[in-house]
Nanobody
Framework: QVQLMESGGGLVQAGGSLRLSCAAS????????MGWYRQAPGNERELVARYVIDGTIDYSDAVRGRFRISRNNARNRWFLQMDSLKPGGKAEYYC?????????WGQGTQVTVSE
């Protein structure tokens, strides 16, 4: 299994930037995909950005061009650089890892973008 810990959320004004971090511990060698999802109150959890083991990077249409996912060489820490944030209230951002035998989520970190 893998344990995840996010950090970096907070309050930011529209147009500003935040950088989220996710640290993974445990069976990280078996990770097949790693990424970020978010969930606003009353909405379903949605993909923001993710790496797949073959090197593919996916971004949601809502963030493409403004957000960037990156990771360290050991593939046990990844980041979400969020620029040009749009006002939209609060959302919980979750990091996620998947393998052939697990699908793990972090506890979430809250991001609030004010007008």
């Amino acid at each position: 299994q893998v344990q995840l810990m996010e950090s970096g959320g907070g309050l930011v004004q529209a147009g500003g930037s935040l950088r989220l971090s996710c640290a993974a511990s445990g069976s990280t060698a078996s990770i097949g995909a790693m990424g970020w999802y978010r969930q606003a109150p009353g909405n379903e959890r949605e993909l923001v950005a993710r790496y797949v083991i073959d090197g593919t990077i996916d971004y949601s249409d809502a963030v493409r061009g403004r957000f960037r996912i990156s990771r360290n060489n050991a593939r046990n820490r990844w980041f979400l650089q969020m620029d040009s944030l749009k006002p939209g209230g609060k959302a919980e951002y979750y990091c996620n890892v998947k393998s052939s035998w697990y699908d793990e989520w972090g506890q979430g970190t809250q991001v609030t973008v004010s007008e």
